[in-house]
Nanobody, 121 residues
Framework: QVQLDESGGGLVQAGGSLRLSCAAS????????MGWFRQAPGKEREFVAD????????YYADSVKGRFTISRDNAKNTVYLQMNSLKPEDTAVYYC??????????????WGKGTLVTVSS
């Protein structure tokens, strides 16, 4: 009974920035950890970043560390992914993810439908 709605994807040149948003459907989601995964064409889905519901502790994949920033606004039931210094290899469908337990292998329980990020060279 949790819906996650991503937005903010689009086409951007290498070196540019995008900010993704993920809005949850209800207040209960505020107790969940939230994060982002991505899946590039022909590749498996991979972990990008997550943030805990209490304390706001963040964790990043090595591939995005220093370039991406995950944050949350509990009052808005929204998690953000600020993506800077984008590279063509960042091109993927980005999925919002949420659940009561951190899982970075196959993701947490709830998923958004995805938003496409295309980085041109």
């Amino acid at each position: 009974q949790v819906q996650l709605d991503e937005s903010g994807g689009g086409l951007v040149q290498a070196g540019g920035s995008l900010r993704l948003s993920c809005a949850a459907s209800g207040r209960t989601i505020s107790r969940y950890h939230m994060g982002w995964f991505r899946q590039a064409p022909g590749k498996e889905r991979e972990f990008v970043a997550d943030i805990t519901w209490i304390g706001g502790s963040t964790y990043y994949a090595d591939s995005v560390k220093g370039r991406f920033t995950i944050s949350r606004d509990n009052a808005k039931n929204t998690v953000y992914l600020q993506m800077n210094s984008l590279k063509p290899e960042d091109t993927a469908v980005y999925y919002c993810n949420a659940g009561p337990r951190i899982r970075r292998d196959q993701g947490m329980d709830y998923w958004g439908k995805g938003t496409l990020v295309t980085v041109s060279s």
